[in-house]
């Protein structure tokens, strides 16, 4: 089969030389820099949007639009199975576990986790000449100012001042929107650098009905009204938006994670319980930036992506929230959380009219990491040295080429407690027992084997370890994972 020019420069696939060429490519199609929307949903599995699940109970007209007029992957992978770790990955290209960051979550106070000068999707945008914004949920850390210059509290807060650290000082030429997710605190709007108001009531937003879960809050803030706002703010910057300037606008939604809190309109519209209507009301937000691109004239010069932070938690939690016969993790084992697939393998759809082919599929192993190095690919302007060292140029898939080797020669997989797990080809070997997920272990965990190794083509639901029939990929894999990890 012959190679192309991007397959030939696939040793460099994501450094800046190999963006340069690739694009090559995309200027056939594409005069100028594209517009590009991601937009992130929440605790949103694979199996929750119809057009990846032929018997999901929950339909996603919106978000299936993106597969017939564009592409969607079948193997895309969260950088982590939990929502911190994945977005610091998406907007850095690099792993979180490279960070302080080695299991579980940030918090709506806690400090920033982008390393000061890091090289993030928005600054590199920025700096090649686009308008660039993050409406909705940061979840990465930021730094609030003090009334007594200690790390800032429920107690302490200055909600005058400016905060330090947050989106507008990783590349964004604006943000709206919360630090964390609806069940941290505090619950308070951001707009840019600053608070918009102040805390002076508590509230709990918690769907289980937790006390505990009360938390410090702006007196207007209900979590209800946060899904609504993000899109009514998205909406809104898209109409500002002009031909002559492209722009990014990363979209991080507040569903369906919990508190599970469907606007008035969408309760009771899916006839199968409130989390269903909450994916209703996700798949509509998607309606509505195709809408206001469309009203705005800059539908045809735009990327759309839609993907989520990692699996759903629907599983196992909110069991008054499930719908009899659907899976939410649809074929996968797992859940959010868990190393296993249905912790990290995530619904990955796009739509580019005019270059990426309309009702098309792709089967390569792609990371959310990669979304720095296929940006510069796209716009065909080389990545500074040192950036995105996790990221790798998917490009070629995008544009349907075929390839004789994987993009990705591996992908390294982690869960909510620091398990680790290493993808190549068909291999996925997990580096301990367990799922190494959010709840405590089953009984009688502690006696399966701290290694599981699954051959994925043939058992794509992981319930055959394999791990004694072929300690030679054992091997191989454990030393390309500890080569990773000392990169």
Not at 197 to 223: L, P, Q, V, W, Y
Request: aromatic share 8%; with cysteine; proline share 6%.
């Amino acid at each position: 089969m012959k190679n192309t020019l991007c397959d030939w420069m696939k040793p460099w696939r994501s450094r800046g030389l190999a963006a340069m060429l690739c694009c090559m490519a995309v200027s056939l199609h594409a005069k100028t820099s594209p517009n590009i929307v991601y937009i992130l949903a929440d605790d949103m599995g694979y199996g929750d949007v119809s057009a990846l699940n032929p018997d999901s109970k929950i339909q996603t007209p919106n978000i299936d639009r993106l597969a017939a007029e564009g592409m969607h992957f079948t193997d895309a992978h969260s950088g982590s199975a939990v929502c911190t770790p994945t977005r610091y990955g998406i907007l850095t290209g690099r792993y979180s576990w490279r960070t302080r960051l080695k299991s579980g979550v940030l918090y709506g106070y806690d400090p920033h986790l982008i390393e000061n000068d890091r090289v993030t999707v928005a600054s590199y945008l920025r700096s090649n000449g686009y308008r660039t914004a993050c409406i909705g949920k940061w979840h990465i850390g930021m730094d609030f100012p003090s009334t007594d210059g200690k790390p800032a509290s429920a107690k302490n807060t200055d909600w005058n001042g400016v905060i330090e650290n947050g989106p507008v000082d990783n590349g964004f030429d604006h943000f709206f929107g919360i630090s964390a997710s609806l069940n941290m605190d505090p619950y308070i709007y951001i707009e840019d650098d600053r608070f918009v108001g102040e805390c002076t009531t508590t509230k709990n937003f918690d769907t289980r009905g937790r006390k505990s879960k009360a938390g410090i809050a702006h007196e207007d803030f209900e979590a209800v009204d946060a899904l609504p706002m993000i899109v009514d703010k998205s909406v809104e910057y898209i109409h500002q938006q002009t031909k002559d300037q492209p722009f990014f606008l990363y979209l991080p939604l507040t569903s369906p994670h919990q508190p599970i809190v469907p606007s008035e309109a969408f309760q009771g519209q899916s006839d199968l319980s409130p989390y269903a209507d909450f994916c209703l009301q996700t798949d509509a937000a998607v309606g509505a930036i195709f809408e206001a691109l469309e009203a705005s004239g800059l539908s045809d010069d735009t990327i759309v992506i839609f993907t989520s932070d990692n699996g759903s938690l629907l599983p196992v939690n909110y069991k008054p929230h499930q719908v009899k016969g659907h899976q939410s993790s649809y074929i996968y084992r797992g859940k959010k959380g868990d190393i296993h697939e249905g912790g990290h393998r995530v619904p990955y759809l796009l739509r580019w009219p005019g270059v990426v082919a309309a009702g098309s599929q792709s089967d390569e192993t792609t990371c959310l990491t990669d979304l720095l190095a296929t940006c510069a690919a796209i716009i065909g302007q080389p990545l500074p040295v040192g950036a995105g060292e996790d990221s790798v140029n998917v490009l070629p898939a995008m544009l349907g080429q075929t390839t004789n080797q994987a993009l990705r020669e591996s992908t390294v997989h982690h869960s909510f407690d620091g398990l680790f797990a290493i993808r190549q080809g068909k291999w996925k070997l997990i580096l301990g027992a367990g799922a190494g997920s959010m709840g405590p272990p089953k009984p009688g965990i502690e006696k399966l084997p701290k290694i599981q190794l699954y051959d994925l083509e043939q058992d794509i639901s992981e319930s055959n370890n394999v791990y004694d029939q072929y300690p030679e990929v054992v091997e191989r894999l454990t030393q390309l994972l500890e080569e990773i990890q000392r990169g």
